[in-house]
């Protein structure tokens, strides 16, 4: 889907919606070993596939401050935000 990154991390699906974004880099803050700002300051995905721990991912993508940033679980219930 344009617009949108998605990745399966720790049984969970994450996915940026990249025109939400409006680069405050908080998930950065918290799980720089996921996120980055990409050549034109979005979120984006850090290219290697890192372990991020569930909770993790969970706070990493609860302080987005515009609800960018989607997490599923495994039976695609969603869990953030
Ligand atoms: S916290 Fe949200 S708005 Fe800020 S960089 Fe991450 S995805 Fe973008």
Same mark, same amino acid.
């Given at each position: 889907? =344009?617009?949108?990154?998605?990745r399966?991390?720790s @049984?969970?699906i994450?996915k ?6 409006? &680069?405050? !880099?908080?998930? %950065?803050?918290? #799980?720089?070993e996921?996120?980055?700002l @990409? +050549?034109n300051? %979005?979120?984006e995905?850090v290219e290697?596939?890192? @372990?991020? &721990? !569930?909770e993790?991912? %969970? +706070?990493?993508? &609860?302080?987005? =401050?515009? &609800? #960018?940033l989607?997490v599923y679980?495994i @039976?695609e !219930?969603?869990?953030? =935000?």
């Amino acid at each position: 889907m =344009p617009g949108i990154s998605e990745r399966k991390i720790s @049984d969970y699906i994450v996915k940026i919606e990249k025109t939400t974004c409006i &680069s405050s !880099k908080n998930c %950065i803050t918290v #799980a720089p070993e996921l996120f980055e700002l @990409d +050549e034109n300051r %979005i979120c984006e995905f850090v290219e290697e596939k890192n @372990d991020v &721990s !569930k909770e993790k991912i %969970i +706070e990493a993508c &609860s302080v987005c =401050p515009v &609800s #960018a940033l989607y997490v599923y679980n495994i @039976d695609e !219930k969603q869990l953030v =935000p």
